[in-house]
Nanobody, 127 residues
Framework: QVQLVESGGDLVQPGGSLRLSCAASRFTLDYYTIGWFRQAPGKEREGVSC????????YYADSVKGRFTISRGNTKNTVYLQMNSLKPEDTAVYYC????????????????????WGQGTQVTVSS
């Protein structure tokens, strides 16, 4: 069983930055495609970004392109989501998810594509 733990969520002012981490113990995340999702109050969970296990291809939702960057850490068991120029509409609980295969096309932002989920970390963007 892959266990994922998110961290790095916080209260930040609009225009600020945060770096979220998704860590796994006892597993190497390099073998997994990792997605970041978020869920705001009263809204459905939505895909934010994804990094493929095969070739490191990255995907982003239109709403975060140019502001967020997903990357793998040097330790091979951490994936980061660097979030810059944060907006109040980025406020949500952020989740990382993992699947042991490559995802193609629009499958990356489908919740059903992933088999393992973390518990989430709260990001609040407010002045």
């Amino acid at each position: 069983q892959v266990q994922l733990v998110e961290s790095g969520g916080d209260l930040v002012q609009p225009g600020g930055s945060l770096r979220l981490s998704c860590a796994a113990s006892r597993f190497t995340l390099d073998y997994y495609t990792i997605g970041w999702f978020r869920q705001a109050p009263g809204k459905e969970r939505e895909g934010v970004s994804c990094i493929s296990r095969s070739d490191g291809t990255t995907y982003y939702a239109d709403s975060v392109k140019g502001r967020f960057t997903i990357s793998r850490g040097n330790t091979k068991n951490t994936v980061y989501l660097q979030m810059n120029s944060l907006k109040p509409e980025d406020t949500a609980v952020y989740y990382c998810a993992a699947v042991g295969r490559s995802l193609y096309g629009t499958n990356w932002y489908m919740i059903a594509s992933y088999g393992h989920w973390g518990q989430g970390t709260q990001v609040t963007v407010s002045s």
